[in-house]
């Protein structure tokens, strides 16, 4: 693409995030003080619409961006908006609301809900559950007669318990060497690599262990049995905010499309699986999500990382023509400061 061309795609693609409507060559010669004529502007929007980067929604209308033109913007165009004013409002508020967080889980909440309401997007946060992260430590509690509290604590600081009955009454101090015990033989594995390791174990002739072993294995595994098969939990904040977008307020069945989604969110794991692999900010657009719910749509991505391990992720959906330069550099400040805090 010459640079002409590319000077005219980056002026489409602008116009029409702010505006929404198809953008006409008069507007771009205006904005670039009429260093090109309007007639052009026009040959050169029509050689792009010939190369499949703009399309013209009418015969009479100005042209909009295609998705092969947003993403060519976004790989190859854009400018970065600052963030420093924003970024300064979330560490407020995230001081504010963090004190109700209990895990780390809910503080990657207060993040999207951040996101979502100033940019009037919808925030996305994708959890792993602590059946596949990996355990930093198990902690058994004496509660009441034969009543135990497990406490699972992962690697990233995702907390889940759960209340056991047991066969036998144990003292506390029986409960922190069977603790002990465990976290020996299994801290850095994931809850699903225990629970079919305590299996295999138990299968074994329990005659080659210790008694500590064998109780220890047995409350081990009737605490990790309330396992779920479900390996992510999603949560999105602002879904409404679609309704603010007009392309899609006036589309009522594509709206029923979406918020359908929304519902099921077995889509939207499939889109999130693409990018978990993928390192810094990941963006999807339109078509290229394979979903025809989500055509209209773009969805921004970012993984938090802690210790080399993604422990989530975040992101924003919206329609095609988000403010790319703004939310993608807000979803990159965020995950490097939610980095920073739990870095202590």
Do not use: W
Request: glycine residues 4%; charged residues 30%; proline residues 3%.
């Amino acid at each position: 693409m010459q640079e002409r061309e590319k000077e005219i795609l980056k002026e489409v693609v602008r116009i029409h995030i702010e505006t929404g409507e198809p953008v006409g060559s008069r507007t771009i010669a205006k904005r670039m003080n009429y260093r090109l004529s309007p007639a052009t502007i026009r040959n050169i929007m029509a050689d792009l619409e010939e190369m499949g980067y703009l399309m013209q929604p009418h015969t009479s209308a100005g042209r909009i961006p295609t998705d092969m033109g947003y993403r060519f913007y976004v790989d190859h165009l854009i400018d970065m908006k600052p963030v420093s004013d924003i970024m300064e409002q979330f560490e407020e508020y995230l001081n504010k609301e963090v004190e109700k967080a209990k895990d780390v889980g809910d503080i990657l909440k207060i993040a999207s809900r951040f996101l979502s309401m100033h940019t009037d997007h919808v925030g996305l946060l994708f959890i792993p559950k602590i059946k596949v992260l990996s355990v930093k430590s198990v902690n058994f509690v004496r509660l009441a007669e034969k009543t135990v509290l497990v406490v699972f604590i992962s690697e990233s600081g995702i907390v889940q318990h759960k209340v056991v009955k047991t066969e036998e009454d144990y003292s506390q101090q029986e409960l922190n060497k069977f603790a002990s015990y465990i976290n020996s033989e299994f801290s850095g594995k994931s809850l699903a690599e225990v629970r079919r390791l305590l299996i295999n174990k138990m299968q074994e002739d329990r005659n080659r262990y210790d008694k500590l072993f064998n109780e220890a294995m047995k409350l081990s595994k009737k605490a990790i049995s309330f396992i779920e098969d479900e390996e992510f939990e999603i949560h999105l904040e602002g879904t409404a905010n679609i309704l603010k977008h007009k392309e899609l307020a006036e589309n009522i069945e594509k709206l029923k499309e979406i918020f359908k989604a929304f519902e099921e969110k077995s889509k939207i794991v499939k889109l999130i699986d693409k990018c978990l692999k993928e390192e810094g900010v990941t963006v999807i657009i339109g078509k290229e999500s394979e979903a025809d719910e989500f055509e209209d749509l773009s969805l921004i991505l970012t993984p938090c990382i802690y210790k080399d391990r993604s422990f989530g992720t975040i992101g924003l959906l919206a329609p095609k023509r988000m403010d790319y330069s703004f939310a993608i550099p807000l979803l990159q400040k965020t995950s490097e400061y939610i980095k920073e805090i739990l870095s202590g």
